[in-house]
């Protein structure tokens, strides 16, 4: 699974717009909610976090909340399961209109060990920013001017080697030359499953 992540930095946001630019999509916003610290921040559910998304009119790159928000009891949804997009109604029909990619610095797994659990990170071994596959959609909020906003969740598949002694499950990561795939509908959820990125794992200080 994906239960947090970080946020990127100013100089990680350019990054991101240098490698779009690089496989030819235009982005039409900036309002992305960089951190200019310099220190990333760690993005919880319900957060708002950078998402880049498509539509009719091109590629977007802007802030998005994280989770889909159940009507039963008000919590929210975090992650979808690439192995059956296609069979859970709430997701499936996002799969034609709101692809989505998440970028990151990192991300979290938690190790159970008895009755606690400890925190280790993964980031990509060469020091990249890490892309995550996800859906979005549009909901009603009489709060925004348009009329809706947007939530998303990140898609998880069965976890590699380096995270499965830590937990079974784990984001789908996108390499650069897959995010064009991904968000315009050519690359399917089977080949989401059966990807493969290599992550390096290390403890947190911070086990919170």
């Known amino acids: 699974m994906c239960g947090r992540y970080t946020v990127l930095t100013e100089d990680e946001i350019i990054r991101i717009r240098n490698i779009l630019r690089q496989i030819s999509l235009g982005l039409t ?13 760690e993005v919880f559910p319900t957060n708002t976090a950078p998402v880049i998304t498509r539509d009719k009119l091109g590629v977007n790159f802007e802030s998005i909340k994280w989770g889909f ?34 970028p990151a610095g990192e991300f979290f797994e938690w190790e159970r060990i008895g009755e606690k659990k400890k925190k280790y990170y993964a980031k990509d071994r060469g020091g990249n920013l890490l892309f995550m596959a996800g859906l979005y ?54 080949e989401l499953v059966s990807s493969y990125y290599e992550v390096e794992i290390a403890p947190c200080e911070d086990e919170k």
């Not at 916003?29 to 921040?41: H, L, N, S, V």
């Open 29 to 41: 916003r900036d309002e992305i909610g960089a951190d200019d610290t310099g220190d990333r921040k």
């Open 69 to 102: 928000k159940k009507l039963q009891d008000g919590g929210v949804i975090i992650n979808a399961r690439a192995e059956t997009l296609k069979e859970k109604v709430m997701f499936a029909k996002h799969l034609f209109t709101g692809r989505c990619v998440v």
């Open 137 to 190: 959609r549009n909901v009603r909020d009489n709060e925004s001017v348009s009329g809706f906003s947007r939530e998303f969740v990140i898609i998880t598949k069965n976890s590699v080697t380096e995270i499965n002694k830590i937990h079974s499950r784990m984001p789908v990561l996108l390499r650069v030359d897959q995010i064009e795939p991904w968000l315009n509908g050519k690359m399917s959820p089977e």
